[in-house]
């Protein structure tokens, strides 16, 4: 089955200064996909509040995640096709995930620098990029079991202690990905890439690098053994944050993120 693409540039589950080349970043995807398969979706350009939590933004955040929801049912019932989400900071694969969920036994592939398992009250920057992977498993989304989590480098005590109740498989190689996924009893996959789950050295716009991170091709080479273990239902893509000054060349990382969205979009 085709693919299709839902561009949504959200910058303000980020915490960080460099927040707003989130935005620059997925507009710049955008521009390197088929405009007949690509449809983008509305991100304010008001922060938004907190509502009374410890979440920074959450009005914009939930705005956004409804109005991708309504985006994602769209290319289901009117369209077709693999919906891949392109971000944006990592708040924006919780619709595609929920949506899968809702009639499919998804196995969640988590790759990613960070396992984005904080909770609001663990959190010490009240940024939801850091949430999102606990979310999915407290809002009863998904089982813990049902996650493999890959890449990462740069967990907090308290991650690391809800990962471990939870049931979430941590894979520190990109070797057995394949028969982690298969052990949730799952019959189809999302997947999930924040580009810092890359070396800095291989790819260095990612939002928030990290060191000792993967090399394109074992990202690529994950993507293709995760794809034969199950069928793909979903994918999203986060973390893209480029130079946004004027005439900077962004060419080579690009060509990195139309790589890994040529494994993701190739038919099975």
Not at 62 to 75: D, G, M
Not at 231 to 256: E, Q
Request: hydrophobic fraction near 45%.
């Amino acid at each position: 089955m085709s693919a299709r693409f839902l561009v949504v540039p959200q910058w303000q589950g980020s915490g960080s200064s460099r927040a707003m080349r989130l935005a620059t970043g997925a507009e710049a995807i955008r521009g390197d996909l088929p405009a007949s398969a690509t449809a983008a979706v509305d991100v304010p350009l008001e922060a938004g509040d907190a509502e009374g939590t410890r979440i920074r933004r959450l009005s914009t955040i939930r705005l956004v995640r409804e109005r991708l929801t309504a985006a994602l049912a769209e290319v289901e019932n009117e369209r077709g096709g693999t919906p891949i989400v392109i971000g944006g900071d990592c708040g924006v694969a919780y619709a595609p995930v929920e949506h899968a969920a809702q009639t499919r036994r998804v196995a969640l592939l988590w790759l990613d620098a960070h396992p984005d398992a904080e909770s609001a009250e663990s959190s010490p920057s009240g940024a939801y990029t850091g949430m999102v992977l606990r979310h999915l498993v407290d809002d009863g989304v998904l089982h813990g079991s049902s996650i493999v989590l890959a890449g990462v480098r740069d967990a907090s005590a308290a991650e690391e202690s809800f990962l471990a109740e939870a049931g979430v498989r941590v894979q520190d190689d990109p070797a057995g990905i394949a028969e982690a996924l298969l052990a949730t009893n799952a019959d189809a996959l999302h997947l999930h890439v924040d580009l810092d789950v890359l070396d800095p050295g291989a790819f260095d716009a990612a939002h928030s690098t990290v060191p000792f991170g993967w090399s394109v091709e074992q990202l690529l080479t994950t993507v293709r053994e995760a794809r034969s273990a199950l069928p793909l239902v979903g994918a999203s893509i986060a973390g893209f944050a480029p130079d946004d000054a004027p005439g900077a060349d962004m060419s080579g990382d690009l060509a990195t993120i139309l790589r890994l969205i040529g494994a993701l979009a190739k038919p099975a």
